[in-house]
């Protein structure tokens, strides 16, 4: 079962602040952020490996808590080019298996 | 470095026909593959797996099948194409034997059946 994104989707001005979440009813081995662009294949964000980690790069952050089977990304000062939908993704593994799942997708607008 | 190639970008075929998508991986050895399909305004939809060349788990019943003749090499096929099956095609690949493995996609093929 694919993990659930919320919001599903969301409106920004340009330099408000998002948060996007990530939530799986199994258990997280670790969690990976991507954003794609209308028409385009997704782009690797960030990856967080294990449970308390929070990362950053510019002004989008993320963290993990591995108890709770959640992450979050956060953006900061949201700029035109976040504009997009953003996944959550993961992989089991379990050797042999390596199955990677996506989340269910936030769809992020930032206007102008 | 590694890079991966998905061909063709755009498609278009009548309902009935075959399918036949290719992607191939570079720089890189025994590689996890993966088929996505992404309907209009939807999410990643996982289609086929591979950890090996012959292995292949397929995640959802369909019409479609996927086939690994070579270790960089994963196939997506078709012999009779639905409506249904129009949607953005995406092979991804990654890292084996690593728990911390992440995804990197081709580029896409974006399917219209008619």
């Known amino acids: 079962q694919q993990p659930v994104q919320s919001p599903q989707a969301v409106i920004l001005r340009e330099g408000e602040d998002a948060v996007i979440n990530c939530s799986s009813s199994?258990?997280?081995?670790?969690v990976h952020w991507y954003r794609q662009k209308h028409g385009e294949a997704p782009v690797f964000l960030m990856i967080l490996l294990k449970g308390g980690e929070q990362k950053g790069h510019d002004k989008i952050s993320a963290s993990f808590n591995e108890k709770k089977q959640q992450s979050s990304l956060y953006l900061t000062a949201s700029q035109l080019s976040y504009s997009g939908t953003y996944f959550c993704g993961t992989a089991n593994p379990r050797p042999g298996t390596y199955k990677y799942i996506f989340g269910t997708g936030t769809r992020l607008k930032v206007l102008a | 470095s590694q890079t991966i190639h998905q061909w063709p970008a755009t498609l278009v075929q009548p309902v009935g026909s075959p399918l036949s998508l290719e992607c191939t991986v570079e720089g890189t050895s025994n590689p996890n593959l993966y088929w996505y399909r992404q309907a209009a305004g939807r999410g990643l939809q996982l289609l086929f797996y591979s950890v090996g060349i012959g292995q292949i788990s397929s995640e959802v019943p369909q019409n479609l099948s996927a086939s690994r003749p070579q270790d960089r090499q994963f196939i997506l096929s078709s012999k009779k194409l639905l409506l249904s099956d129009s949607g953005f095609y995406l092979c991804a690949w990654s890292l084996s034997g690593t728990g911390a493995t992440y995804a990197f996609f081709g580029q896409g093929t974006r399917l219209t059946v008619v």
């Open positions: 199994k258990a997280l081995y670790s």
